[in-house]
T-cell receptor
Framework: QQPVQSPQAVILREGEDAVINCSSS?????VHWYRQKHGEAPVFLMI?????EQKGHDKISASFNEKKQQSSLYLTASQLSYSGTYFC??????????FGAGTTVTVRA | DSGVTQTPKHLITATGQRVTLRCSPR?????VYWYQQSLDQGLQFLIQ???????AKGNILERFSAQQFPDLHSELNLSSLELGDSALYFC????????????FGPGTRLTVT
């Protein structure tokens, strides 16, 4: 089942912060975050495994609350290069990765 | 450049036709995944192969089939094409079968007229 992402879109000025949420109705083994720029392929950002860990990639970090089956992606001090569509992918105890509908982030100067 | 290659880049064909999309994974990766991305559906997982064998199946139509060859390249066959099959088809690869970090190819844009 497809995870639910929110918000659908967010517009930021350079230097501002944003949070993207991803939730699932199924028990999760892992949450994966990807970013896709217009006309390009999705690019892997990070994986979070169950255990409530938090990870970071430059000034982009994420958390995973396995009890709530939720993950959040934090964009801190956003840069123009952060613009794109962010997808969360969730995996339960099978090998399938189900992606959310995506959150479009636009960072303006 | 992810190291995953896909051909062709663009494909325009008519309804009812059959096409084959090709994917070569990164060197050393054993798993290949196929995804369909259309405007209203987001990224939809179709199927995964690991070292030549089907590992997981997603929302793949019966008109679609795939295989992974001994040299690990994969092909996705789409037949009896319909207008609704127009989409971007991505292939991704990963080192193992656990659907962890996946590297996406540039995609094949299929237009069915």
């Amino acid at each position: 089942q497809q995870p639910v992402q929110s918000p659908q879109a967010v517009i930021l000025r350079e230097g501002e912060d944003a949070v993207i949420n991803c939730s699932s109705s199924k028990a999760l083994y892992s949450v994966h975050w990807y970013r896709q720029k217009h006309g390009e392929a999705p690019v892997f950002l990070m994986i979070l495994l169950k255990g409530g860990e938090q990870k970071g990639h430059d000034k982009i970090s994420a958390s995973f609350n396995e009890k709530k089956q939720q993950s959040s992606l934090y964009l801190t001090a956003s840069q123009l290069s952060y613009s794109g569509t962010y997808f969360c992918g969730t995996r339960s105890n099978d090998y399938k990765l189900s992606f959310g509908a995506g959150t479009t982030v636009t960072v303006r100067a | 450049d992810s190291g995953v290659t896909q051909t062709p880049k663009h494909l325009i064909t008519a309804t009812g036709q059959r096409v084959t999309l090709r994917c070569s994974p990164r060197s050393g990766d054993l798993s290949v995944y196929w995804y369909q991305q259309s405007l209203d559906q987001g990224l939809q997982f179709l199927i995964q192969y690991y070292n030549g064998e089907e590992r997981a199946k997603g929302n793949i139509l019966e008109r679609f089939s795939a295989q992974q060859f001994p040299d690990l390249h994969s092909e996705l066959n789409l037949s009896s094409l319909e207008l609704g099959d127009s989409a971007l088809y991505f292939c991704a690869s990963s080192p193992d079968n656990r659907a962890e970090e996946q590297y996406f190819g540039p995609g094949t844009r299929l237009t069915v007229t």
